[in-house]
């Protein structure tokens, strides 16, 4: 079997997505409560107690609202950069030493045979990453949170087979919202969140002929719309980028999870 992923949920009320190789089941954040999580993964036909990790990007509570308890319940590995470490230490109540994994950003992690390596963005938060998973020549990113697409981010994404990629928001639904300047001004800047013009301007710098699919993840439930995210993204790829007709553009959900996608092996 290859690796195969299914975004359980994104959007700013929470967001975790499972990476599985058949070995290993990884977590990547736990954005909703134990019990939540629970039920998202039952509904892909998972139970948490085969989970063997939690890999956090950063400690804003959408990512991480239920780590510390479902951490304790099933006795998990958490995996965490030093910086985002001191800021859990605040947020996710006691856990145990022996679970509290140092991965600093820039390194590689083995799974067995599946390799995670942790890559820096930009973003509000205290040392926030993206991750790639490597099986053999298959190859995931999964990359929220981020103010924009820096060459080095790019350059780590770049032929992946499938990327989780975030497109939170159209710039003009944002720009006519209901939010603060304050807000709108942080979510715009350089550590804010990826627009979905910004989604697409990158997709055509990093995708490959290996691409095949693009879940759009962590959507603005206010500043947002699924069908105006692909429209937008679609009309960027084939302006600039008119060879990605293999590409299929995924929809992510805030409440409920993608079906598994299983990688490639080719």
């Given at each position: ?17 499972i990476?599985?190789?058949?070995e ?15 039920q ?27 780590l ?40 590689a ?10 890559f ?9 990453v ?6 053999g ?48 001004r ?39 719309l ?16 008119p ?8 929809d ?15």
């Open positions: 079997m290859g690796v195969r992923f299914t975004v359980l949920s994104s959007g700013s009320t929470g967001n975790a997505t990476v599985d190789n058949g290993v089941k990884l977590l990547v954040d736990v954005g909703f409560s134990a019990k939540k999580m629970e998202l993964m039952k509904e892909r036909e998972l139970e948490a107690s085969s989970i063997d990790a939690i890999l956090v990007t950063h400690e804003h509570s959408d990512h991480i609202k239920g510390g308890a479902f951490a304790r319940k099933y006795d998990l590995p958490i995996y965490a950069n030093e910086k985002t470490w001191e800021e859990l230490n605040r947020q996710i109540g006691e856990i145990a030493e022996g679970n509290k994994r140092v991965m600093e950003t820039g390194s992690e083995g799974f067995g045979t599946l390799k995670v390596e942790s820096g963005i930009s973003h509000d938060a205290a040392e926030p993206g991750y790639c998973f490597y099986e020549e298959q190859k995931l990113s999964v990359v929220t949170d981020l103010g924009y697409m820096s060459s080095k981010v790019k350059e780590k994404i770049t032929d992946s087979d499938a990327m989780v990629l975030e497109t939170n928001h159209d710039v003009e639904m944002l720009r006519m919202g209901h939010y603060p300047w304050s807000i709108k942080r979510i715009l800047g350089d550590k804010g969140h990826l627009s979905n013009e910004a989604a697409g301007e990158a997709l055509c710098d990093v995708m490959t002929g290996k691409t095949k699919s693009v879940y759009m993840a962590h959507l603005s439930r206010d500043h947002n699924m069908d105006l995210a692909r429209l937008t993204v679609n009309n960027i790829l084939q302006e600039r980028a060879e990605a007709k293999q590409l299929r553009l995924m992510t959900y805030f409440d409920r999870p993608t079906k598994w996608d299983v990688l490639d092996s080719e």
